[in-house]
T-cell receptor, first 113, second 114 residues
């Protein structure tokens, strides 16, 4: 699976958009990009995933560059409750195979009042 | 609520005790996973089950014994643990098939070994 690189920490003002970058320069054509977040001492929460196209759901937007070597998770209006560690994971979702996820150290997003 | 429920949420056990962690998923998934998260460390994958069959054991010590009686339930049996085994233990599930196969996590069991 492709390795990902994320900044260790970021700050964001409450009410502003939070843009979290992720580099995955060795990604292959059949690898998905998944984003999860983990609020202190809780289980990781699924946010969004994408393959090639940009995606949006009720929580966030995922922008994937055309060459797929990087992506950005956008929280449009960050709140204090969005303070968490955000993980970008790249994984091949093979037919008939399990989807074991390998977590890195992620980005600690601190939303400031 | 993610559809994956772990019990208990907190557990304190002595090094000579035997205890079990339970995970139940209500998502109709057929793959289940145990992860361990020690303080200030990334999640580490411990075991993977696919249709009740263990498909992966990431060099986990034998004092951790998983059991998957059916696709909805996963247990982690603990015996003669060490204080360094104190951690957050997380269960996840996903649907084996096609597409992204998104995995969902439970809230974890916070284990303290004394």
């Amino acid at each position: 699976d492709a390795k990902t690189t994320q900044p260790p920490s970021m700050d964001c003002a409450e009410g502003r958009a939070a843009n979290l970058p992720c580099n995955h320069s060795t990604i292959s054509g059949n690898e998905y990009v998944y984003w999860y977040r983990q609020i202190h001492s809780q289980g990781p929460q699924y946010i969004i995933h994408g393959l090639k196209n940009n995606e949006t759901n009720e929580m966030a937007s995922l922008i994937i560059t055309e060459d797929r070597k990087s992506s950005t998770l956008i929280l449009p209006h960050a709140t204090l409750r969005d303070t968490a560690v955000y993980y970008c994971i790249v994984r091949v979702a093979s037919r008939g195979a399990t989807n074991k996820l390998i977590f890195g150290t992620g980005t600690l997003l601190a939303v400031q009042p | 609520e993610t559809g994956v429920t772990q019990t208990p949420r907190h557990l304190v056990m002595g090094m000579t005790n035997k205890k079990s962690l339970k995970c139940e998923q209500h998502l109709g998934h057929n793959a289940m996973y145990w992860y361990k998260q020690s303080a200030k460390k990334p999640l580490e994958l411990m075991f993977v089950y696919n249709f009740k069959e263990q498909t992966e054991n990431n060099s986990v010590p034998s004092r951790f014994s998983p059991e998957c009686p059916n696709s909805s339930h996963l247990f982690l049996h603990l015996h003669t643990l060490q204080p360094e085994d104190s951690a957050l233990y997380l269960c996840a599930s996903s649907q084996v098939g096609t597409g992204a196969q998104v995995a969902f996590f439970g809230q974890g069991t916070r284990l303290t070994v004394v």
